[in-house]
Each structure stands twice: as structure tokens, then as C-alpha cells.
């Protein structure tokens, strides 16, 4: 009967502790890069903050389908407050020099169905406005952000208005690196 002796083998069990660790390292490094990377990039919200701009204005001026008689019985309420009446708040936190400048601007035209212009309502920060047309010809990202939405509502009178709003968030500073 044969009896077969084993030998300890330290020396290559320290070997593959070697390339262990290797693994290891390069596996944390991966994860470590990839977290790097996802996270050193801002996230963009602007576009839903418009978004959400233009959803809380069209919630304020329409109920059920018909638009509000204060803001448009025969022709558009100029004197409506968008601010004050659809809850609006543009205040934005303590960065650079915002509380300078507001960072949001909202505008509503009232057309007829034909497309006649029959009004329009504004609040916040006018200047934003520019930047909208700088965007629709070149597409820049360091401009403010304009997102429009159009809706049709009944007046009193049940004649269709076609309401579009516009919504823009500046936030460059924060936003876009």
C-alpha cells in the first residue's frame, strides 16, 4: 500500500493572496470610478421644474375644463396675479448671486381659436424671456430653460381659448457645469 505525503505548499499560498488583493483593489476601484462619475455631474431639473411651473399655472387658470372667470370673461384680466393667486413662490435659495436676479419666469398668451392673440399674462423675472429665443435657434445648454405647453379651454361664453404657457428656469449656476 502507497502513502502519499502532502507537502505544504506556504509558498504558493501567498502567491495567490497576491492576486486576491489585486482583484479586490481593482474591483473597488471600478465601483469607486463608477460612483465618481455618476455622482460629480449635477443633476438637470430644470426641464421639470418648468414642467411643474406650467402644470401649477394651467392648474390655477382652468376648473374642470373651463377657464376662470377672473382671469378671462370677454377679454384677458391683465390685472390677474399670477403669483399671488395661482400660489405661485419664486424664491430661491442663497446661491451666488441669486437673490439679486429671480430664476423663474412665467408667461400665459390667450389666443382665440383662430389664433387671434388676445392677451397675456406675466410674472417673474422678464429678462429670462430672451433666453428662450437664444435656445430655439441654437439649442445652448448654458441658457435658461424654456418649456411651453398649450391647452385648450372653454370661457364663459363657450368659446375656445387656447391657452399657452410659457415656463423658464434659469439655475445655471447649479445646474449646468
Not at 443633476?43 to 376648473?63: G, I, M, P, T, Y
Not at 403669483?83 to 419664486?90: G, Q
Not at 435656445?135 to 441658457?143: D, L, N, S
Request: glycine share 6%; aromatic share 14%.
Amino acid at each position: 500500500m502507497k502513502v502519499f505525503y502532502f507537502r505544504s505548499k506556504q509558498g504558493a499560498s501567498k502567491i495567490l493572496a497576491v492576486y486576491w488583493i489585486a482583484i479586490l483593489l481593482i474591483v473597488a476601484a471600478g465601483i469607486y470610478g463608477m460612483v465618481y462619475f455618476y455622482y460629480s455631474h449635477p443633476f438637470d431639473v430644470r426641464v421639470l421644474e418648468a414642467e411643474a411651473l406650467n402644470a401649477k399655472v394651467a392648474d390655477c387658470l382652468s376648473q374642470q375644463g373651463k377657464l376662470v372667470s377672473e382671469v378671462y370673461s370677454d377679454k384677458v384680466n391683465t390685472d390677474f396675479d399670477l403669483i399671488s393667486k395661482c400660489d405661485l413662490n419664486f424664491s430661491t435659495e442663497d446661491f451666488s448671486d441669486w437673490k439679486d436676479f429671480g430664476q423663474y419666469y412665467s408667461e400665459v398668451n390667450f389666443y382665440d381659436i383662430n389664433e387671434k392673440f388676445l392677451g397675456t399674462l406675466k410674472a417673474g423675472n422678464t429678462a429670462l424671456k430672451s433666453d428662450c429665443e437664444i435656445q430655439e435657434e441654437k439649442g445652448y445648454e448654458k441658457v435658461s430653460t424654456c418649456v411651453t405647453s398649450k391647452m385648450y379651454l372653454v370661457s364663459e361664453g363657450n368659446s375656445q381659448i387656447l391657452i399657452e404657457i410659457l415656463g423658464v428656469v434659469k439655475k445655471i449656476e447649479k445646474n449646468v457645469k
